[in-house]
């Protein structure tokens, strides 16, 4: 099958390329909404009974082993520094033995010889890789069969399929037919070999939509709260139109918190493996996600921007996640992931 793209689409390496410059050079945070998770806190325990070396961070996802709930999120792919920054994200990744996912790989289908700069595995032969897709590509030509050639290229053990209907509307000539998505996102369900997981991309998931999702087949949830990099921003920031320029700046801070979508899902399934992302910048932000419901925790900016810096920036940002993950067990009392998730939360004042 050919896949069949927009004859009037920009080119999409150079959109990558924005992508990258505006999220590591602009003001494309989100401010008036936050991702919530500064509404809660832990109670304190002052005689924890416990040595800090002692505290366990492994868990288990889709049936694999992670040394920490911590996830690399979707980032990148398709240009030259693309391939720099997942090459890093990767040795990290297989340094500490936490998943990954790579950047959307329409690109990798329109132009394979851009392939390489999502390929990974070489750098990380353990890791749980996680392939990704716009949900959306499935009303613009791509199906089974696409999906296949991306998991199998990328070597990966899952594929994000991400929707973005307000990136889409924000973006010049963006992709915004979105009409009867869910059909076949449970065909693919059915039909790949590895397992399907849906995330947003920084507006959140909602207990309703997630409760049809869950129905449809898919496999694990990635609510990707508001909270942190906006995508209205960043789209409105490439604009070169007044229009597109005004939705970026009307829609900057629009979406459910990281925090209530946890919540959220939650209420509707109580099993369903689920990851939060969205605007978490601290060891605390995870520990809080995961003591919510959540059974990982994803960052894309803060690792975009030490991947950006170096290696060595990379590996101290992840230590420093870990221990301050792992200062929260110690200070609750909780010797592991599954003793944190017991842990009641209080509601700040």
């Known amino acids: ?69 911590l ?25 500490y033995k936490i998943p990954m996912g790579v950047g959307s790989q329409r690109i990798a289908l329109e132009q394979p010889n851009l392939s390489k700069t999502f390929a990974v595995r070489a750098f990380a032969p353990d890791i749980f890789l996680m392939a990704n897709l716009g949900a959306v590509q499935l009303n613009y030509g791509c199906g089974v069969d696409e ?35 869910l059909p076949k996102i449970e065909a693919l369900c059915r039909h790949l070999s590895v397992p399907v997981i849906i995330k947003e991309v920084g507006n959140g998931i909602s207990g309703a939509v997630a409760q049809r999702l869950i129905e449809a087949g898919v496999a694990a949830i990635d609510v990707a709260g508001a909270g942190g990099t ?17 939705l970026g700046q009307t829609f900057a801070e629009w979406g459910l918190s990281t925090a209530e979508c946890i919540l959220e899902v939650r209420t509707v399934d109580a099993k369903i493996p689920l990851i939060a992302s969205g605007g978490l910048r601290t060891g ?23 991947a950006h810096e170096s290696e060595d920036a990379l590996y101290a940002l992840v230590e420093i996640l870990l221990a301050e993950l792992k200062t929260v067990l110690l200070c609750t009392g ?15 004042d």
Request: proline share 3%.
């Open 1 to 69: 099958m050919t896949v069949s793209f927009n004859d009037v689409e920009e080119n999409i390496q150079a959109r990558k390329a924005d992508h990258l410059r505006i999220c590591l050079d602009d003001s494309v945070q989100c401010k008036a909404i936050t991702n919530g998770l500064e509404r809660y806190r832990f109670r304190h325990s002052c005689l924890p009974e416990l040595d800090y070396d002692e505290i366990k961070l492994e868990t288990q996802f889709l049936g694999h082993r992670l040394n920490a709930p």
């Open 71 to 95: 996830l690399i999120s979707s980032m990148t792919g398709g240009t030259d520094l693309a391939k720099v920054i997942n090459t890093r994200l990767a040795k990290a990744a297989q340094h």
């Open 147 to 181: 999906c296949r050639r991306i998991v199998e290229t990328l070597e990966a053990n899952a594929l994000i399929l991400h929707l973005n209907p307000l990136q889409e509307c924000v973006q010049s000539n963006g992709d915004r037919n979105f009409k009867g998505l």
């Open 230 to 246: 906006s995508w209205a921003k960043v789209e409105g920031e490439r604009a070169t139109d007044a229009r597109q320029s005004r």
């Open 284 to 306: 605390l932000d995870v520990a809080t996600a995961i003591a919510l419901g959540a059974d990982l925790a994803g960052m894309a900016y803060p690792f975009l921007t030490a």
């Open 334 to 348: 909780s010797a592991a992931l599954a003793d944190l998730k017991q842990i009641p939360l209080m509601a700040r």
